[in-house]
């Protein structure tokens, strides 16, 4: 299992990523221009674990997260609804 640590911002995303089955933690910078965040979360194995620490920006990025995603947690409580 995978688990990624999001801080989600407009233009970019920090993420960090446990891999529980190796221990092996990655660290990156996402920028959201052409298809890097796509092919970043679309190259990871399920089952994926992502939260998420946003505001209004989440919104912008659903399909990212709930395409790859096996769970989906966010501290920004309008998130809810998602």
């Given amino acids: 299992m995978r688990l990624i640590g999001c801080d ?5 995303q920090s993420i960090a ?3 529980r089955d190796t221990s092996v ?4 910078t ?3 221009e052409g298809e890097a965040v796509r092919e970043f979360y679309a ?3 399920p089952p994926v ?3 998420i ?3 209004g920006s989440l919104f912008q990025y659903p399909e990212s997260f709930t395409r790859h995603a096996a769970a989906f947690l966010s ?5 809810a609804a998602f």
């Fill in 8 to 12: 989600l911002h407009t233009s970019q």
């Fill in 17 to 19: 990523m446990l891999d």
């Fill in 25 to 28: 933690v990655v660290e990156r």
């Fill in 30 to 32: 996402l920028k959201h």
């Fill in 43 to 45: 190259s990871i194995r």
């Fill in 49 to 51: 674990v992502v939260g």
């Fill in 53 to 55: 620490e946003a505001t």
């Fill in 75 to 79: 501290s920004n409580s309008e998130s």
